[in-house]
């Protein structure tokens, strides 16, 4: 009675370890040799197929981006807030003329309150997405024209913006062109006048 349980638990190890041994041969030598690759091969396809699919769709797509990409750079051609010119040096120029207008526009023509001293080319600086265009000014003005001054200049097309702005009290004495009188009120004013051309700057890095 006692050899039966036995002799049928040894037929069930010898099965047990049939099995294992099959997986095993199963495993080392028909998965990782056939099915394996055929797997990474079927999910290959797959994969491709729905790359084509991605690329079928956006071809589908291509003239209506071409017709958006058109219109961008229509308006890019048209937009006013940029400066007209193409190079920096004939920019510049443009750009002191128009500081000059706007203090001929808000002075008086017998005034000579308001006069720009001095301007300049400001090279250099940070890169940055569109090529900048600086230049660098000096004025005896008072302030209430120079207010009206500095604000059509920031508030008309080409975008133009005014920083570093330096106010400093004149020293008594001066003595403007074509006065006689010592000139007592009016301010010693610094800034920088930039504006941007449509063509693109130096990448940031």
């Not at 491709?48 to 229509?74: G, H, I, M, N, Y």
């Not at 009188?181 to 301010?187: F, G, N």
Request: some cysteine; proline content about 4%; glycine content about 4%.
């Amino acid at each position: 009675m006692r050899l039966m349980p036995e002799k049928n638990n040894g037929r069930l190890l010898a099965v047990v370890l049939t099995l294992i041994v099959l997986l095993l041969v199963y495993l080392l030598g028909v998965h990782w040799w056939f099915v394996a690759p055929h797997l990474e091969i079927a999910s290959q396809m797959s994969d491709l197929r729905e790359q084509q699919q991605r690329f079928r769709e956006t071809s589908l797509q291509k003239p209506e981006l071409e017709k958006r990409l058109a219109e961008v750079r229509d308006f890019e051609q048209s937009n006013q807030a940029f400066l007209s010119q193409t190079e920096a040096a004939t920019a510049a120029a443009d750009l002191i003329q128009r500081m000059k207008q706007a203090v001929s526009e808000h002075t008086p023509a017998e005034s000579t309150r308001c006069q720009v001293l001095t301007h300049q080319q400001l090279n250099g600086g940070k890169p940055e997405l569109y090529e900048k265009v600086t230049i660098q000014v000096r004025m005896r003005c008072d302030l209430e024209p120079l207010s009206s001054i500095l604000y059509k200049l920031e508030t008309g097309k080409p975008y133009l913006f005014v920083d570093q702005l330096m106010i400093y009290k004149q020293n008594y004495g001066y003595v403007a062109p074509g006065q006689k009188q010592p000139q007592q009120s009016a301010l010693d004013i610094r800034f920088n006048l930039s504006g941007y051309l449509r063509k693109r700057g130096a990448e940031k890095t």
